[in-house]
């Protein structure tokens, strides 16, 4: 019963996060709301970062963020964001199918060299550190779009341009 929660949720919310990525504007990756946000292009590539990060969760005991380098280049157009989420996905489905309630349980370590920053089941690491975070910028990204004027998907319902 866990893991078939854990797999509704997840595809779910993956599903949801594509909806959005195919409004991407390629003639605005490079747009930002203020001096002190990510641009377009950097928050959807941090967005397909927390796709392989959650693949981590199922592969690795642990993921050190110390070992990870610090800022990718972000993509540029929408075919690149989605040809790399869609693999990931496929990467996540698999995983997810292989998995039992015991995998599940294990636990999961995030840590920043020797600072350990959480310790938990792999899956609250997957619903917290992997799904909850791609939610809160799947959300972000949803403001970007609203504020270029581009009509934004309902990931749980219709939206205001449904």
């Known amino acids: 019963m866990v893991k078939q929660l854990i797999v509704g949720d997840a595809l779910q919310e993956l599903a949801a996060t594509r909806r959005i990525l195919e409004r991407l504007p390629d003639e605005q990756m490079s747009w930002k709301p203020h001096a002190k946000s990510m641009t377009l292009g950097g928050l959807t590539t941090h967005l397909i970062n927390l796709l392989n990060w959650q693949v981590a969760i199922f592969l690795y005991p642990e993921f050190d963020l110390s070992t990870v380098p610090f800022r990718r280049e972000a993509l540029e157009r929408r075919e690149d964001v989605l040809k790399e989420f869609d693999a990931n996905v496929v990467k996540i489905e698999r995983l997810l199918a292989e998995c039992d309630e015991k995998t599940l ?44 004027d581009i009509p934004v998907p309902g990931p749980y319902g219709p939206s205001a341009d449904e």
């Open 105 to 148: 349980g294990e636990e999961w370590t995030l840590r920043n060299g020797d600072h350990i920053i959480l310790c938990q089941p792999r899956a609250i690491a997957l619903r917290t550190f992997g799904l909850s975070h791609m939610v809160h910028h799947r959300a972000q990204l949803g403001v970007y779009l609203r504020l270029l």
